[in-house]
């Protein structure tokens, strides 16, 4: 499996792994139900503060953290953010005080927060 990440909601910076020339981006991740966590060293797999992006979007969604689930409901192949109609986490810089539903989906991001 390769990496991936995801920009910031709030300033649109990629969030750059721990392996990267860059060094691991502190992120805040923001969950539909309130709920977040903060992540301080991305390893680039999905894992932000101890759980995994794409379960959670299987959580938000209904389901009960299936991450194969979530990947199909991301539609991660054909889309930037989450389609319409899937709640999915959103990220910020760790200082941020927003809320989820303040701020928009985050965009993937097209260098796998390495390249």
Same mark, same amino acid.
């Given at each position: @499996?390769? /990496? /991936?990440? %995801?920009?910031?909601?709030?300033?649109? !910076?990629?969030?750059?792994? =721990?392996?990267?020339?860059?060094?691991?981006?502190? &992120?805040? @991740?923001?969950?539909?139900? +309130?709920?977040?966590?903060?992540? !301080?060293?991305? !390893? #680039?797999?999905?894992?932000?503060?101890?759980?995994?992006?794409?379960?959670? *979007?299987? =959580?938000?969604? #209904? +389901?009960?953290?299936?991450? @194969?689930?979530?990947?199909?409901? @991301?539609? &991660?192949?054909?889309?930037?953010?989450?389609?319409?109609? *899937?709640?999915?986490? =959103? %990220? *910020?810089? *760790? $200082?941020?005080?927003?809320?989820? $539903?303040? &701020?928009?989906?985050?965009?993937?991001?097209?260098?796998? +927060?390495?390249?």
């Amino acid at each position: @499996m390769g /990496f /991936f990440s %995801f920009k910031t909601s709030d300033t649109d !910076e990629t969030i750059w792994n =721990r392996h990267s020339r860059h060094g691991a981006t502190p &992120v805040k @991740m923001l969950l539909p139900d +309130g709920h977040e966590v903060i992540e !301080e060293n991305y !390893e #680039g797999y999905g894992d932000f503060g101890g759980l995994d992006f794409y379960a959670e *979007v299987d =959580r938000a969604n #209904g +389901g009960d953290g299936d991450r @194969m689930r979530g990947i199909h409901l @991301m539609d &991660v192949n054909h889309n930037d953010t989450a389609p319409a109609g *899937v709640k999915a986490p =959103r %990220f *910020v810089c *760790v $200082d941020n005080p927003a809320k989820w $539903d303040e &701020v928009p989906d985050s965009p993937c991001c097209p260098t796998q +927060g390495y390249f």
